[in-house]
């Protein structure tokens, strides 16, 4: 079975600092995302990865950024925490070939305080 | 903006009813996706249709698709309180990346 793992479950940082969430995949796959999600507003795309070291802007990339320097894993950064960046946090990986089903990890609730 | 919108936003039922859910979307998609969350976990894929299959069946599921209406539907039969969960649908235009919708809240009563 695929494993999509997360570092934290839950989290707790003040507002101005640097937060590093991170995903670790098993199954040697291409693609990895990291989207957040609040409540009515479902599940919104921050940044996406198709490879190591590459990385694509989804729908909401201000005040984050990531990395990718080997395969298995992707981090996103919260440059400088804000209340507003207060949310659950879910990474996802897929295979390189269609249909992209996604698999993900746990999430980890943030709270910036 | 979000592509999947589903319809009704939340549902309750007693165990053992059926239970629907609605999915619309704006633009021709490659693949439809239905996944569930239980509450504070991550996402499940449960279900793919494809764009040139009009109906799939997984166990208790049954996923129906409509590219001329441009909507989803998705039945659980049978209901069990281990359904109780958020339902989301995902559309994918063939590239890497899914548009998840805004999600059913289902809760099964016992």
């Known amino acids: 079975d695929v494993k999509v793992t997360q570092s934290s479950r839950y989290l707790v940082k003040r507002t101005g600092e640097k937060v590093f969430l991170e995903c670790v995949q098993d199954m040697d796959h291409e693609n990895m995302f990291w989207y957040r999600q609040d409540p009515g507003l479902g599940l919104r795309l921050i940044y996406f990865?198709?490879?190591?070291?590459?990385?694509e802007k989804g729908d909401i990339p201000e005040g984050y950024s990531v990395s990718r320097e080997k395969k298995e894993r992707f981090s996103l950064i919260l440059e400088s925490a804000s209340t507003n960046q207060t949310s659950m946090y879910l990474c996802a990986s897929t295979p390189g070939q269609p249909p992209y089903e996604q698999y993900f990890g746990p999430g980890t609730r943030l709270t910036v305080t | 903006s979000q592509q999947g919108e589903e319809d009704p936003q939340a549902l309750s039922i007693q165990e053992g009813e059926n239970a629907t859910m609605n999915c619309s979307y704006k633009?021709?998609?490659?693949?439809l996706q239905w996944y569930r969350q239980n509450s504070g976990r991550g996402l499940v894929h449960l279900i793919l249709?494809?764009?040139?299959?009009r109906e799939k069946h997984s166990g208790r599921l049954r996923v129906t698709l409509d590219t001329s209406k441009k909507s989803s539907s998705l039945l659980i039969t049978a209901s069990r309180a281990a359904d109780t969960a958020s339902y989301f649908c995902?559309?994918?235009?063939?590239?890497?990346?899914?548009?998840f919708g805004t999600g059913t809240r289902l809760t099964i009563i016992p």
């Open positions: 995902a559309t994918n235009f063939g590239n890497e990346k899914l548009t």
């Open positions: 990865s198709y490879d190591v070291k590459m990385k």
């Open positions: 249709i494809r764009s040139n299959e």
């Open positions: 633009t021709s998609i490659n693949n």
